[in-house]
Nanobody, 123 residues
C-alpha cells in the first residue's frame, strides 16, 4: 500500500501561482512513478502530469504544458506540482497518484490515489 496526502490547494486569482505537494508513505517511494490528475465538477478525471521514479522523465497534458512543472524529492518522499499562469479553467480537485508503471493513466491497474485538494482560480 502507498498512502498519499496532498496539500497546497486554495483560491487564487487568474494569472497567479500555486504549488501542490503530495507526501507519500508506505512502500518505497522511489519505486513509483508519480502523477497529478484533476477533476472539475461534472467532468471526468483527467491527466495533468507524470514523472518517472528517478525524476528524469516527465510528461504533461497539452493544456498545462509550459505553465505547470512536476518534480519530486525522493529523499522527502514528496512530489510537487508548480502551477503558474493559472486560468479559471484550471479549477478542479487535484489528485496525486502513484503507479509502478510509467507513464500511466487514470485507468491503469494498481494506481494509488490521494484524497484530493481543491484548486479554485477566480477570473
Amino acid at each position: 500500500q502507498v498512502q498519499l496526502v496532498e496539500s497546497g490547494g486554495g483560491l487564487v486569482q487568474a494569472g497567479g501561482s500555486l504549488r501542490l505537494s503530495c507526501a507519500a508513505s508506505g512502500r518505497t517511494f522511489n519505486n513509483y512513478a508519480m502523477g497529478w490528475f484533476r477533476q472539475a465538477p461534472g467532468k471526468e478525471r483527467e491527466f495533468v502530469a507524470v514523472i518517472n521514479s528517478n525524476g528524469d522523465r516527465t510528461y504533461y497534458a497539452d493544456s498545462v504544458k509550459g505553465r505547470f512543472t512536476i518534480s519530486r524529492d525522493n529523499a522527502k518522499n514528496t512530489v510537487y506540482l508548480q502551477m503558474n499562469s493559472l486560468k479559471p479553467e484550471d479549477t478542479a480537485v487535484y489528485y496525486c497518484a502513484a503507479s509502478r508503471q510509467y507513464p500511466f493513466t487514470r485507468t491503469t491497474l494498481g494506481v494509488y490515489w490521494g484524497q484530493g485538494t481543491q484548486v479554485t482560480v477566480s477570473s
